[in-house]
């Protein structure tokens, strides 16, 4: 017959692969049970969020649930494309909320449907009534259709990664940077400009155009409450850190910037 | 990117522009269909040609572009799949699940329901929808089952078949009682080997599958 064979070459020539995400992020609030369209260059990748959380919890949605398999939920869902769609329980993902709001949404599931799908994937030993799922997880083709959404959606994985990634990112110490909002008179200097200065108590290095790192080597002067003077500027830190940056509105050339620079640590002088 | 092909849509129809894209998702899905796809369309539609196709793709295009108008973007997949689905649920789900099997849902709901309060109409959307998943499951292992087996052990199956529903039984006429039994006794491991490999099937499965066999296949060795 070749019904489920034609049905899948068709939809795996038209469904979308790299994923494209607005520029702009949309103003909505994410709601569980709310559908977000994701742009590929083809047909669009459709997700249904079942829970809120720092990531939300989604799952793929596929409007060719002839391929439904004991773990897809088949819903009504009204949308262009078709008006039966099916909840894909085996293609689950974690998606933050500035991934979603470079996405469409697209309407809401059934709010029973979410409440089913939520108990499928909270109790592993909850299954789908066969009134309201497909059949036949087992079958070649069905199985080949497994296979074709992982590979459309290996990108939505590469969220989580990215997630993971970035939250390691922030785990590891960061260098405090002060910014000074005042306009710092700096004297004039060489303009053979150095990019490191030593002095008695710390090392001055030039960062970036408007950015000093200072590294403190009086291990005196450390984690204690201190004065920072730049010219006519000052600020107070509580525990003067190891290392710090300091960004001004204006270039910064360090031998000037060295001269008016000083720290004033409690019974300490620089 | 694929081309967007909202300007032809809105905000009025750009007709001959629109018309070769109508043209191109008639002739892919003039390609695209199986037989099996005509011969549930030409049930409702008569003979099915491409210029048959096109009619249908105007049809359907106009019908849906309301439904279109937001989205920033559509491209000629959209279009395709949007035309290809329709086809879907209006010719072939029709044809899979017959007439009778939509009769008998319906009693049964009605019969099940006069004593609930649940939305009848929900509930027969959703049974028709999980029924055709069904029956397209067992169409496809019909298809692995004859691809698998050999024309003689197919009248086998229709034998045993007609057997067991104690029906007119006008299959393997010229073999012995005993030799027919021996014949379906050293096909059961056989065929149960195919159901396995395909995840198995219970009960109800299985008496869908023979009449679904029955009819489908069975006819050809009358």
Not at chain 1, 99 to 124: N, S
Not at chain 1, 165 to 170: G, I, L, T, V
Not at chain 1, 177 to 197: D, H, N, S, Y
Not at chain 2, 127 to 137: A, H, Q, W
Request: glycine share 4%; charged share 35%.
């Amino acid at each position: 017959m070749r019904f489920l064979e034609n049905l899948l070459e068709d939809y795996m020539e038209n469904a979308g692969m790299g994923i494209v995400l607005k520029d702009r992020k949309g103003d909505f609030i994410i709601e569980e049970g709310a559908v977000f369209e994701i742009e590929t260059e083809r047909i669009p990748i459709l997700v249904a969020v079942i829970n809120k959380g720092e990531l939300n919890e989604v799952v793929l949605m596929s409007y060719q649930y002839e391929f439904a398999t004991e773990n897809d939920l088949i819903i009504r869902f009204s949308h262009p494309l078709r008006d039966i769609w099916m909840l894909e329980g085996d293609f689950v993902f974690y998606l933050s909320e500035e991934f979603l709001k470079r996405c469409t949404p697209v309407g809401k599931i059934p709010e029973e449907a979410l409440k089913k799908m939520k108990k499928f994937l909270e109790d592993d030993d909850s299954y789908f009534d066969k009134t309201e799922r497909g059949i036949g997880e087992n079958l070649p083709i069905k199985v080949a259709f497994k296979k074709f959404e992982a590979e459309r959606t290996r990108e939505l994985l590469g969220e989580l990664l990215a997630k993971v990634e970035q939250a390691e990112q922030s785990s590891t110490p960061k260098i405090p940077t002060f910014f000074v909002k005042e306009e710092v008179k700096l004297p004039a200097a060489a303009r053979m400009e150095k990019t490191a200065i030593e002095r008695k108590n710390y090392l001055l290095f030039k960062e970036d155009a408007n950015t000093v790192k200072i590294k403190i080597t009086n291990y005196k002067f450390l984690n204690k409450k201190a004065k920072i003077k730049i010219g006519n500027a000052e600020f107070e830190v509580t525990s003067l850190p190891e290392e710090f940056l300091i960004t001004l509105q204006t270039p910064i050339n360090i031998e000037a910037f060295s001269k008016v620079f000083k720290i004033e640590v409690e019974d300490e002088l620089d | 990117m694929s081309k967007n092909l909202k300007d032809l849509l809105f905000p009025e129809i750009k007709t001959e522009l629109l018309a070769t894209i109508v043209e191109k998702i008639a002739g892919t899905l003039m390609k695209r269909f199986s037989d099996f796809e005509k011969k549930c369309i030409a049930n409702h539609l008569g003979e099915v040609s491409t210029e048959l196709l096109k009619g249908e793709v105007w049809k359907i295009i106009l019908e849906k572009r309301n439904a279109l108008k937001d989205r920033d973007n559509i491209n000629f997949s959209f279009l395709y799949t949007i035309v290809k689905n329709h086809f879907l649920d209006t010719y072939v789900k029709k044809k899979i699940i017959s007439a009778e099997t939509e009769t008998d849902i319906k009693n049964r709901i009605s019969t099940t329901s006069e004593t609930e309060a649940e939305p009848l109409g929900a509930e027969i959307f959703s049974l028709m929808d999980t029924e055709y998943v069904k029956r397209i499951f067992i169409l496809e292992l019909i298809d692995i089952v004859t691809k698998e087996l050999s024309e003689r052990e197919l009248e086998i199956l229709c034998w045993n078949i007609h057997r067991a529903r104690k029906e007119e039984n006008p299959f393997l006429k010229r073999m012995s009682s005993d030799a027919k039994y021996k014949a379906w006794n050293r096909l059961k491991p056989k065929l149960a080997e195919i159901f396995k490999k395909c995840g198995g099937v219970n009960e109800e499965e299985f008496f869908l599958f023979c009449e679904i066999f029955s009819s489908e296949i069975c006819t050809e060795f009358r």
